[in-house]
């Protein structure tokens, strides 16, 4: 099979379309032929050799991808071969073909499409697993999200909107925040031109749920922006890994700050919260509530395009990287 391969850390320019072995389902696994992949921040961080996959994952890129099912490992129950799946992973979706754990397999949803399902796995078990699961985020509730012009943003207003949510949005222009007001975002600030606390504060009082991928540069912000009893849930690190914690407000607030990320999971525990999305998530996704929002699709042996494009920052949603023709 081919695959997209990294031979040296670097820019888009290291990405390259290369021949490389098959890979093979163990048990509890199957062998997926894909369809398309969703292009991720973590991937670039990863190609710029800052992100290593955890042990036993694929070196490839790729978290997440649609296919087919063409192999089934030994033990796996609930799938057939000709099944159209999508797939979180640990790796490896930049290729033809991959192998994922049955546990985080979930079915291609009717509306959606093979090749849009394969925006759907990381950001939908990213959001819900941290807004959802973690944070309870529930109807009534006021939920900001940073960076709501993204991948995790754009799906993380619908889910917020579909679970009765006030929804507050940052981003960093007037096209991309009326974009995220008709994905149903109820308050739309940008972050170059207000201050995002004094617009919640003024508009609801504070945010109930944050989801934060800027870390370190918005730490004390984020906290002033909580409501009593709020929760804040970093997901990222753009904005750097190290700021100083002001515990007297947070406790003033009875506030309370979660940071995960999904990829070192066990697969257990991705098989948990992946069961949870099919159960909850994935009849909205069918519903049409929550649908995948893709900005820009790319053959897979462009993928160093791909990454351009993400990081010139002018793409709404998701990208894309697809097989074949």
């Not at 093979?114 to 985020?137: F, K, Q, Y």
């Not at 870390?215 to 890994?241: E, H």
Request: proline content about 6%.
């Amino acid at each position: 099979m081919h695959a997209i391969t990294i031979n040296q850390p670097g820019g888009p320019e290291v990405l390259a379309w290369r021949e490389v072995p098959d890979p093979r389902p163990g048990p509890g696994e199957v062998l997926v032929e894909t369809t398309a992949s969703g292009v991720n921040r973590a991937d670039l961080l990863q190609r710029q050799g800052h992100y290593p996959p955890p042990r036993g994952a694929s070196e490839i890129l790729g978290l997440e991808c649609s296919g087919t099912i063409a192999e089934l490992g030994e033990g796996v129950e609930g799938w057939q071969v000709g099944d159209e799946v999508c797939a979180l992973l640990a790796g490896g979706g930049y290729a033809e073909k991959v192998v994922v754990p049955a546990v985080q397999l979930l079915p291609v949803p009717g509306e959606v499409g093979l090749v849009g399902s394969a925006a759907l796995p990381e950001v939908a078990c990213t959001v819900w697993s941290n807004v959802v699961m973690d944070a309870g985020l529930h109807e009534g509730e006021v939920f900001l999200v940073h960076g709501g012009a993204g991948g995790i943003g754009t799906h993380a207003i619908q889910v917020g909107k579909a679970l009765g949510a006030t929804v507050a949005v940052t981003a960093g222009s007037a096209d991309r925040l009326e974009r995220c007001r008709q994905l149903g975002a109820d308050i739309t600030i940008n972050y170059r031109e207000q201050d995002f606390v004094a617009e919640l504060k003024n508009q609801t009082g504070g945010a109930d749920v944050i989801l934060d991928n800027m870390g370190a540069s918005y730490l004390d912000r984020n906290i002033d922006a909580l409501a009593t009893g709020g929760r804040l849930a970093i997901i990222g690190m753009q904005g750097g890994t190290k700021a100083e914690l002001n515990i007297g407000k947070l406790v003033g607030k009875r506030g309370r700050i979660a940071a995960t990320t999904l990829r070192a999971r066990p697969v257990p525990d991705k098989g948990r919260i992946v069961a949870d999305v099919r159960e909850h998530l994935w009849p909205l996704v069918d519903h049409g509530s929550v649908r995948p929002v893709v900005g820009q699709v790319v053959p897979l042996a462009e993928a160093s395009n791909a990454h351009r494009a993400m990081e010139e920052g002018g793409v709404f949603g998701k990208i894309l990287l697809t097989v074949g023709s």
